[in-house]
Nanobody, 127 residues
Framework: QVQLVESGGGLVQAGGSLRLSCAASGGTFTIYAMGWFRQAPGKEREFVAAINWSGGSTYYADSVKGRFTISRDNAKNTVYLQMNSLKPEDTAVYCC????????????????????WGQGTQVTVSS
């Protein structure tokens, strides 16, 4: 069983930056594909970014491409989401998710492919 704990959320002005962290415990972190998803009030959960077990492959939603960067440090059992040039529409609860084995590149953005989820961290971007 894997436990995931996110941190790093907060309130930031438009154009600012935040770095989210997701610390994993209770499993073999290096074999997990990891993803970030977000959910804004009144909206469905949406894919943000994902990374494979080695960090060699990353995937992004079009809405964050070029502004967000996902990375992982397997020695620290942690995955990060660096968010730059934040916009008010980025306001949401951000959750990290873990998958115990590899998936096809087309499936990384599918939330149901991830069996383990953190509680989420709030990101609020003011205009």
């Amino acid at each position: 069983q894997v436990q995931l704990v996110e941190s790093g959320g907060g309130l930031v002005q438009a154009g600012g930056s935040l770095r989210l962290s997701c610390a994993a415990s209770g499993g073999t972190f290096t074999i997990y594909a990891m993803g970030w998803f977000r959910q804004a009030p009144g909206k469905e959960r949406e894919f943000v970014a994902a990374i494979n077990w080695s960090g060699g492959s990353t995937y992004y939603a079009d809405s964050v491409k070029g502004r967000f960067t996902i990375s992982r440090d397997n020695a620290k059992n942690t995955v990060y989401l660096q968010m730059n040039s934040l916009k008010p529409e980025d306001t949401a609860v951000y959750c990290c998710a873990a998958r115990p084995n590899s998936i096809s590149s087309g499936a990384y953005m599918l939330s149901y492919k991830y069996p383990y989820w953190g509680q989420g961290t709030q990101v609020t971007v003011s205009s």
